[in-house]
């Protein structure tokens, strides 16, 4: 990984904010920051796309790439793929595609652009996303059940992040290991404009249940993640970041006590950023430095986990 960068909108929307524009119920005050820790987040304007996110992360980055990968929850329309459109706004004219698993897109996306790279198939790669999820938070909600059915919404930001991929002797990635809880799926969905509800506007605003979410993870386990440490005889120690996929500081403390992370080695990018989908991580490794070695531990609703070691 060569170049990371990314993309915050200016308008910003505080907590205060949030529970002020709900409409129908009037949640509890403060209930938001308490709960989540999240004083900001960023809100796209009405005019931006995923793809305007995306490129305005991109934009600054090399353009000999041979390959684009669009890698992010949100998207422009179902058709054609968002990587199309990415590309012509760039004016580049490579192969592209989109690759889309939640919150672990973007890490997704950097599991395959490597792996292309490996095979020789690619030399180098673009891997890119918008989130727009600010698109599908409820504002109007009748009862306090369906407040808390779309609270997770209410923790999301808009953001976009770009991340160049290159073959090199020295550096990259030295370990990667996905897994996936797939009968959890229906845990926190965005139901809206597949097959099973292709119109209806009721089914347009992101719904979760972060009780329910938070003990599927807790069920599958740190396994995955202490696996890597053993398998590469590290420690968390010898990492100079450790990025971790921020959804609210409570879940973000109780992970980083049961892997024991070092907490002078996290970025903590919720309070003033909020929840950025799969844009999380590049925006935690923003700062990082040639030379350091960076963790990446995903977690996305389906639900999915992910990590990647790697200089950068």
């Known amino acids: 990984m060569t170049d990371i960068s990314t993309y915050l ?6 907590s205060e904010e949030v529970e002020r524009r709900v409409e129908g119920y009037r949640p509890p005050r403060g209930i938001v920051e308490r709960m989540t820790g999240i004083r900001r987040r960023h809100v796209a304007r009405a005019d931006q796309q995923a793809s305007d996110l995306a490129v305005a992360a991109a934009r600054g980055m090399r353009k000999d790439v041979d390959l ?24 580049l004219s490579c192969p592209v595609f989109d690759v889309k698993n939640a919150c672990n897109s973007l890490l997704n996306g950097i599991q395959v652009a ?13 891997v890119c996303g918008g989130e727009t999820p600010s698109r ?11 407040f808390v059915d779309s609270f997770a919404g209410y923790t999301l930001s808009d953001a976009g992040a770009a991340v ?3 073959a090199d002797p020295r550096t990259g990635i030295f370990y990667r290991e996905f897994s996936a809880e797939s009968t959890a799926w229906a845990i926190g969905t965005l139901p809206g404009g597949g097959s099973q509800h292709p119109r209806d506007p009721e089914y347009s605003y992101f719904r979760g249940d972060g009780r329910r ?15 890597a440490l053993k398998r590469t005889g590290l420690t968390w120690d010898d990492f100079d970041v450790i990025a971790v996929h921020q959804v609210a500081v409570p ?10 992370l070092p907490e002078e080695r996290l970025v903590l990018t919720l309070p003033e950023h909020g929840n950025c989908a799969s844009a999380s991580l590049p925006l935690q490794l923003a700062g990082a430095s040639r030379g350091d070695r960076v963790a990446m531990l995903g977690l996305g609703g389906g639900i999915s986990l992910g990590i990647v070691l790697a200089d950068l």
């Open 9 to 14: 909108p200016e308008d910003v929307l505080t």
């Open 68 to 91: 684009l990968i669009f890698a992010s929850a949100s998207q422009d329309m179902v058709e054609p793929a968002t990587a199309h459109i990415v590309a012509a706004k760039l004016g």
């Open 136 to 146: 599908a938070i409820r504002w109007r909600v009748r009862d306090r059940a369906q």
């Open 114 to 126: 490597e792996a292309l790279i490996v095979s020789g198939q690619y030399r180098r790669v673009l």
């Open 251 to 260: 879940y973000l403390k109780v992970l980083a006590s049961a892997l024991d």
């Open 213 to 227: 979410l938070k003990e599927a993870f807790e069920l599958v386990g740190p396994d995955l993640f202490l696996r």
């Open 164 to 166: 160049l991929i290159e």
